[in-house]
T-cell receptor, first 113, second 114 residues
Framework: QQQVKQSPQSLIVQKGGISIINCAYE??????FPWYQQFPGKGPALLIA?????SEKKEGRFTISFNKSAKQFSLHIMDSQPGDSATYFC????????????FGQGTRLTINP | NAGVTQTPKFQVLKTGQSMTLQCAQD?????MSWYRQDPGMGLRLIHY???????DQGEVPNGYNVSRSTTEDFPLRLLSAAPSQTSVYFC?????????????FGQGTRLTVV
């Protein structure tokens, strides 16, 4: 049973547009929510992360929005660029930071030039 | 700085063969883990270790063994490979504790079992 559900499975966005990827979770004990970016042939790399004491975190063009009551969080990529084309994974963990991460299914993002 | 190094990058096994996937990190991280990545399923935790001599099972441990004799190394053993173990395997490391904020991943081992 997937504890973290991610959608959509694939996404195509025009250059300069906004990319939005959504995740939902059931376990209210989750307290750390990172997003990882993976390029073909590479391992995942941390992009941005949030803890449930804030509703939004922004780093450059990347923003996490977090809705604790709905048990949902999302990644927004503003001014999307072809170099953002990658697979994105949301994840969650319970009291252990970057340890024992539970991942979503992944979203393959393609930015058309 | 090498980070997390996995070997080999690619491997083809016959059903029933055994092999060891190697993982080494040079960041003095206490915590190391193995994940497998399958299409449409994300990454799933196989085994993890919070320090030398301490290991525990993750979500999908069956068919895999691990040991941790040093801080740097965390090998994953397949004792009798099965086609269901065809996957991409990632090793990760991080500092231990609830405030660790980043898991560092290796580049992966693509394993095919025929």
């Amino acid at each position: 049973q997937q504890q973290v559900k991610q959608s959509p499975q694939s996404l195509i966005v025009q250059k300069g547009g906004i990319s939005i990827i959504n995740c939902a979770y059931e376990n209210t004990a989750f307290d750390y929510f990172p997003w990882y970016q993976q390029f073909p042939g590479k391992g995942p790399a941390l992009l941005i992360a949030i803890r449930p004491d804030v509703s939004e975190k922004k780093e450059g063009r990347f923003t996490i929005s977090f809705n604790k009551s709905a048990k949902q969080f999302s990644l927004h990529i503003m001014d999307s660029q072809p170099g953002d084309s990658a697979t994105y994974f949301c994840a969650a963990s319970t009291g252990q930071g970057a340890q024992k991460l539970v991942f979503g299914q992944g979203t393959r993002l393609t930015i058309n030039p | 700085n090498a980070g997390v190094t996995q070997t080999p990058k690619f491997q083809v096994l016959k059903t029933g063969q055994s092999m060891t996937l190697q993982c080494a990190q040079d960041m003095n991280h206490e915590y190391m883990s193995w994940y497998r990545q399958d299409p449409g399923m994300g990454l799933r935790l196989i085994h993890y270790s919070v320090g030398a001599g301490i290991t525990d099972q993750g979500e999908v441990p069956n068919g895999y063994n691990v040991s941790r004799s040093t801080t740097e190394d965390f090998p994953l053993r397949l004792l009798s490979a099965a086609p269901s173990q065809t996957s991409v395997y990632f090793c990760a490391s991080s500092y231990a504790g609830g405030r660790s904020t980043e898991a560092f991943f290796g580049q992966g081992t693509r394993l095919t079992v025929v």
